[in-house]
């Protein structure tokens, strides 16, 4: 099984800045078969990006994802108000099982 | 509009059984993989079960292997989630979510629904 641990735990910053959310995988993680979520409280999580770089429809070209083999990386060039909430990164290459990350919760400085 | 509504949670006691559904609309549902995703309370997500779009090839989580059984029925467009011999530890919000894309059972999940609250406790 895929272990994957994302850094750092909680990230505080303030609109505008740029967020950069880790994702690495215990083994390589196959043709990139990498997601990343958004959650926010009292709501089903959200597609951002899959195959560790493509946007998923209708996300805003601020998230961007990148990485190969262990390491991913998850960036939000300028983060507008909505983005503070908690992301999760998904591996999906070597399943079954399917795993995810801790998360990381993005807040508000 | 992709939507996927889950119901039957509730509160059992533990050793007990109870039966989640995910009524599924606005995409032609056998051509889609689907699996079940459960979160804690205050905790993250953990991948429980999949199925492929036929309902031929069933996988699960270790933590669920030999209780759970996933199904569907492609002709009513619904997903199903038979749990048994439930524990204090599978207390959580059940997700059914759909694959991105035709293929494998295994992948991203672009569409989720609300979620069905499941308490085990005596």
């Known amino acids: 099984e895929i272990v994957l641990t994302q850094s750092p735990g909680t990230l505080s910053l303030s609109p505008g800045e740029r967020a950069t959310l880790s994702c690495r995988a215990s083994q390589s993680v196959s043709s990139s078969y990498l997601a990343w979520y958004q959650q926010k409280p009292g709501q089903a999580p959200r597609l951002l990006i899959y195959g560790a770089s493509t946007r998923a429809t209708g996300i805003p070209d601020r998230f961007s994802g990148s990485g190969s083999g262990t390491d991913f990386t998850l960036t939000i060039s300028r983060l507008e108000p909505e983005d503070f909430a908690v992301y999760y990164c998904q591996q999906y290459g070597s399943s079954p099982p399917i795993t995810f990350g801790q998360g990381t919760r993005l807040e508000s400085k | 509009e992709v939507q996927l509504v889950e119901s039957g949670g509730g509160l059992v006691q533990p050793g007990g059984s109870l039966r989640l559904s995910c009524a599924a609309s606005?995409?032609?549902?056998?051509?889609?993989?689907m699996s079940w995703v459960r979160q804690a309370p205050g905790k993250g997500l953990e991948w429980v079960s999949a199925i492929s779009g036929g309902g031929d090839s069933t996988y699960y989580a270790d933590s669920v292997k030999g209780r759970f059984t996933i199904s569907r029925d492609n002709s009513k467009n619904t997903l199903y989630l038979q749990m048994s011999s439930l524990r204090a530890e599978d207390t959580a919000l059940y997700y059914c979510?759909?694959?991105?894309?035709?293929?494998?059972?295994?992948?991203?999940?672009?569409?989720w629904g609300q979620g069905t609250l499941v308490t085990v406790s005596s």
């Open positions: 979510a759909k694959r991105t894309a035709v293929g494998t059972p295994f992948g991203s999940f672009d569409c």
């Open positions: 606005g995409f032609t549902f056998t051509n889609y993989a």
